[in-house]
């Protein structure tokens, strides 16, 4: 099923006063971490971390977001475990001190999860000393619940603890997704209002302006708004070193305005990376790929996806509607797949255009398998531009700028007419392949920029939004929750 603006999907629909510009892009496998020094004279035993997530992928081998380690028996770190709950873990001295796993798991890819650990082990009641809120709520729903003893002492906050996030050192257990506004204060049990608050008007948790905090000795406060300095401490401590990430790794997919990706729960022998943003091809069949995070179902909407490699452009880019985002067999029959369900096939015949493909090195179209020609296809190292009109149901596809067939999207002037092929209501963008055994790699770019490619034109929609390399069409939009709620 596709994941349509769940529960707390970042805090983009609301108007949230305080706007987050950036984030950075942490990839698994990539070894993308950020390092630093411990500091001398920290407090251990009261402290406070913040930190705002998306994750990428899931059901991993316990990737960490925030580590504090100087050995094996004297640790403090946050991490999912491989089903999904997080975990919370503190070690002195080889003694377990803090241990909190939540029951709840965290699974969704489309959504920003706000984190803040509050410690104060001087308080005399035990739950108060280390206190876990999840999008502004006391997590109380707990499967391991163990605080350190009173006065006790917790694995940060002096110099032979040093700080990373997004990966601990010689384990290779790296994180996968997005991080964003990442504080730590030494010597403050904060409250959660102190880093957040709830919109009045949606309900939703949104972060606020965390600069005028005390952040101590050891404290820091990570914005990722340099992108020559990811680990620029802006409250002026020491930075952070940056380990395998680079400026294309900071991205405007944030908490305040939540970027579209790729849904990788569907079922898929594809590999997304790099935030879900990088597609590449499975080696057999079925190819399928996957469906967007969001679902428009007005509005004017442009993306990019610069053709990475892949010598035969076998790479082909769809429009999908909600039955198609809903047929139990994506991803596991070589017919089920964009352009080709329907009832020429003789198989799942109330499926009948729901979706059509641009076969990208042919330039056709595809519907319930016909091919039909609408443009002269592209390839290696080329950018497709992909503008869908779901107000007039057309979609245009151009290469570096031009778009097949004379298009004009601004104009509205020679689209492609999808009224009679994808019928249903709520559209997504698609990514399949034409066949196995290709080396097909796209990367896309929905508005947060792309995943390995660098952009130097930087255009914006009228909105101001977006990270593109060509102009954006009159009247369309970046995918983009601030965005939806304006105009899907």
Not at 69 to 78: I, N, Q, Y
Not at 210 to 224: E, I, K, M, V
Not at 407 to 414: E, L, V
Request: glycine content about 14%.
């Amino acid at each position: 099923m596709p994941l349509i603006l769940p529960g707390n999907v970042g805090s983009a629909t609301a108007a949230t006063g305080y706007d987050v510009a950036n984030s950075v892009r942490f990839d698994d496998g990539g070894n993308c971490q950020m390092r630093r020094a411990g500091v001398a004279g920290g407090n251990q035993d009261k402290f406070t971390l913040s930190m705002w997530i998306k994750r990428s992928n899931i059901s991993t081998d316990h990737p960490r977001l925030f580590t504090s380690v100087a050995g094996g028996d004297d640790r403090f770190e946050v991490y999912f475990e491989n089903t999904d709950e997080l975990h919370i873990e503190g070690v002195d001295n080889g003694t377990a001190t803090l241990n909190l796993v939540t029951n709840r798991k965290f699974r969704d890819i489309s959504a920003w999860y706000h984190i803040l650990l509050a410690v104060d082990t001087g308080q005399g009641t035990e739950a108060n000393r280390a206190k876990l809120y999840i999008n502004g709520v006391l997590e109380t729903s707990l499967g391991t619940s163990a605080r350190p003893d009173q006065n006790g002492n917790i694995g940060i906050n002096t110099n032979s603890f040093p700080l990373q996030i997004g990966e601990r050192s010689g384990y290779g257990v790296d994180f996968d997704g997005y991080l964003a506004e990442i504080v730590l204060l030494d010597g403050t049990q904060a409250a959660n209002t102190d880093l957040g608050e709830f919109d009045e008007d949606s309900g939703i948790w949104k972060p606020i302006d965390p600069s005028g905090l005390t952040f101590g000795a050891n404290g820091f406060y990570l914005d990722f708004e340099s992108s020559g300095n990811l680990g620029n401490d802006v409250n002026g401590g020491t930075d952070f070193s940056e380990a395998n990430l680079a400026a294309v790794d900071q991205s405007t997919d944030t908490c305040t305005n939540n970027g579209c990706t790729w849904n990788i729960l569907y079922r898929n022998t594809a590999t997304f990376t790099e935030g879900n943003l990088v597609y590449t091809a499975p080696s057999s069949n079925p190819v399928f790929g996957s469906l967007t995070t969001f679902g428009v179902t007005a509005g004017k909407w442009y993306a990019e996806c610069k053709y990475h490699a892949g010598s035969n452009h076998y790479g082909i880019i769809g429009i999908a509607d909600e039955v198609f985002a809903t047929l139990s067999d994506l991803g596991s029959a070589t017919n089920t797949d964009l352009g080709k369900v329907g009832a020429s096939l003789g198989v799942q015949a109330f499926a009948q255009n729901s979706t059509v493909a641009y076969v990208i090195n042919t330039g056709k179209i595809r519907n319930n398998n016909s091919n039909q020609n609408y443009g002269s296809g592209g390839g290696d190292g080329q950018i497709i531009n992909i503008a869908l009109d779901r107000d007039n149901r057309k979609v245009y596809f151009g290469i570096n700028g031009t778009y097949e067939n004379s298009g004009d999207p601004g104009a509205g002037s020679n689209g492609f007419d999808i009224s009679g092929q994808v019928t249903g209501n709520e559209y997504f963008l698609g990514v399949t392949n034409d066949t196995g055994s290709s080396e097909t790699i796209l990367d896309f770019n929905f508005g947060s920029g792309f995943g390995l490619t660098a952009v130097s034109s930087a255009n914006t929609d009228a909105n101001g939004y977006g990270n593109f390399e060509y102009a954006v069409p009159s009247g369309f939009f970046a995918w983009n929750t601030k965005n939806l709620a304006e105009h899907g």
